[in-house]
């Protein structure tokens, strides 16, 4: 880790970041309360997705949509109006509605071939957007004199990496210009959570085996053919299993860097109480990694 011990964090004159777990954990809470104080810069990998590496093709399906409309295809031919993504850290809606859901088109799914082309697209985009860091990092100390740097993760950061692999490219980066740091939930978490996305299903990146996994098994649990899957059904009955599939992958990447809970995370109010509870959290890993050579 970048920071030995709680003590070098709490007095660098510099502290960089990154917060990853699943969404609804608080990463963009931590995020904006941050950035609000002034003094950090917050860089939003799933912004960075949806404007720089995913932009045009969220702009292009909403004009591919309008097109079907004979009153919007003719301002569009005429160059009488002006589509555009209006998506921003806190509304993220134009990503999610591009990555779509797999199911029954005329429930508003998507093909299964183009699905999955949109999540290798998405694949992509995220490495790339995690890349980016270190850039973002000197950016925001040359451009805008802010001494502090807070990447928010998307909940799939653990998908694109392979966290077991000591030299994997985008982790051994990301490892080297930040602390990592996992927002761990409890199950009490993960049952809200589900209860949450049950009212909401929206659209995710999962690795590809697990889709085919779980498309192929929802498929013979319910005796369905492709094209009869309601799309949000089946989101929501993939969400729980994306759940405990992303957990060990969260636990292996904490071993490069720190654990805190949802429950403190809960507490914290300002970036005061943010930098005390990371430096707890870094003291507390050493212990336990002394404890764990004692007793082998």
Known sequence: MIYQTGDDWLHAPRKRALLFGMSGLGKTYLSNMLRGSGEWFHYSVDYRIGTRYLGERIADNFK????????????????????????????????????????SETRGGLALDDYMRRQNEHRSAEIAALLDTPHFIARAQDIYRLPHFVCDSGGSICEVVDPGDPADPVLSVLEQNLLLIWIKGSEAHTDELIRRFDRA???????????????????????????????????????????????????????????ITAEEVGSVRSPEDFTALVAAAIDRQHSAAAAKKDHA
């Open 64 to 103: 591919r949509e309008a097109m079907k409309v004979p009153f919007l295809r003719e301002l569009l031919l005429s160059d009488s109006v002006y589509i555009a993504s209006n998506i921003t850290f806190d509304n993220l809606s134009p990503l999610s509605t591009y990555l779509g859901k797999p199911g």
């Open 201 to 259: 299903p929206k659209p995710m990146y999962y690795k590809p085996d697990f889709i085919d996994a779980a498309w192929r098994d929802y498929r013979m649990e319910r005796g369905l053919r492709e094209d009869e899957v309601d799309p949000d059904d089946f989101i929501r009955w993939a969400y729980a299993r994306a759940l405990a599939h992303r957990q060990p992958r969260y636990e292996a990447m904490a071993r490069r860097g720190v654990t």
